[in-house]
């Protein structure tokens, strides 16, 4: 299934990520791609405020990769931006465990930096900047 969106501001932006955070009830991974400055972080921050997290304490893990938190599931926020040695350093990143958890949602900022790692079941989010504050998010369902 793919949909699309047009935000005009960030508070939309985090409104739509914010509904369907609330609507995950299973394990779900989100491979978000989007340019520098493009919102990813504040889609991250909507998710995470579905699931009942404080979305102030959601950054972007530039430095340290991934982010844990506890809502009413767990959250895994990973930025890839940095990654060098791809599969190796995903592995000890433990990305793997992360995915078969089952009570946790993984968000994958970056997941071009995945290489050959495969995800077998992810939502597809590509968010693009159109000008000024306005954003097109295209939300792809693999199953
Ligand atoms: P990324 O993680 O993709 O690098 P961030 O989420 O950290 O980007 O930053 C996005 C920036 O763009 C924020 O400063 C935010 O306020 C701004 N912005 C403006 N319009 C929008 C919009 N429609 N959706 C999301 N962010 C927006
Ligand atoms: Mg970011």
Redesign the pocket.
């Given at each position: 299934m793919h949909e699309e969106f047009i935000?005009?501001?960030?508070e939309?932006?985090f409104e739509l990520a914010y509904s369907i955070g609330e609507a995950i009830t299973s394990p779900t991974v989100f491979l978000l791609e989007?340019d520098?400055?493009?919102?990813?972080?504040?889609f991250a921050k909507g998710i995470a405020a579905g699931l009942d997290i404080d979305p102030a304490e959601v950054n972007?893990p530039t430095f340290t990769l991934v982010n844990q938190h506890e809502g009413r599931m767990r959250f895994y926020h990973l930025d890839l931006y940095r990654i060098e040695g791809g599969g190796d350093e995903l592995f000890e990143l433990g990305l793997q465990e992360m995915l078969n958890e089952p009570n946790a949602v993984v968000l994958i900022?970056w997941p071009e930096r995945l290489g050959a790692v495969a995800i077998p079941q992810a939502v597809q989010v590509t968010?693009n900047d159109l000008g000024g504050?306005?954003?097109r998010l295209s939300l792809c369902y693999t199953t």
């Open positions: 935000t005009h501001s960030a939309e932006t989007g520098l400055g493009a919102g990813k972080t504040v972007s900022e968010i504050d306005e954003r």
